[in-house]
């Protein structure tokens, strides 16, 4: 007999099902659209709980995107390959709960 899935599998499960949903919609794309809507609605809940300071780190994570990016095109593709190993160390470790 299987015990029950916990709050917490419930809520992997159901990340694990709508990011595959929108990959399998709209691709890429929809997958990144999925993770914004969920930041988006996550920052909101953070500012009303009175963690404002979600907004200059959200700030600062699309600077550093925005630099790797940049650095990329120029040709030095290090910035950008230590922050997609970085993330996926740490997305790995703490997965991200709904």
């Known amino acids: 007999m ?3 899935l916990s709050s917490a ?3 992997q499960n159901w990340l694990k ?3 595959t949903k929108a990959r399998e919609s709209r ?3 929809g997958l990144m659209e999925f993770w914004l809507r969920l930041a988006r609605s996550r920052m909101s809940k953070d500012v009303k709980a009175g963690r404002g300071d979600v ?3 959200f700030a600062l994570i699309c600077r550093l ?3 790797a990016l940049d650095q990329r095109v120029e040709g030095n593709g ?3 390959s230590d922050l997609l190993q970085y993330a996926e ?3 790995a470790k703490h997965p991200p709960r709904n």
Request: glycine letters at 8%; aromatic letters at 12%.
């Open 2 to 4: 299987n015990r029950p």
């Open 55 to 57: 907004y200059s780190g």
């Open 27 to 29: 691709g890429e794309a």
């Open 89 to 91: 160390q740490v997305v």
């Open 17 to 19: 099902e709508e990011a």
């Open 78 to 80: 290090r910035i950008w």
């Open 65 to 67: 995107f925005i630099t």
């Open 9 to 11: 599998e419930r809520r």
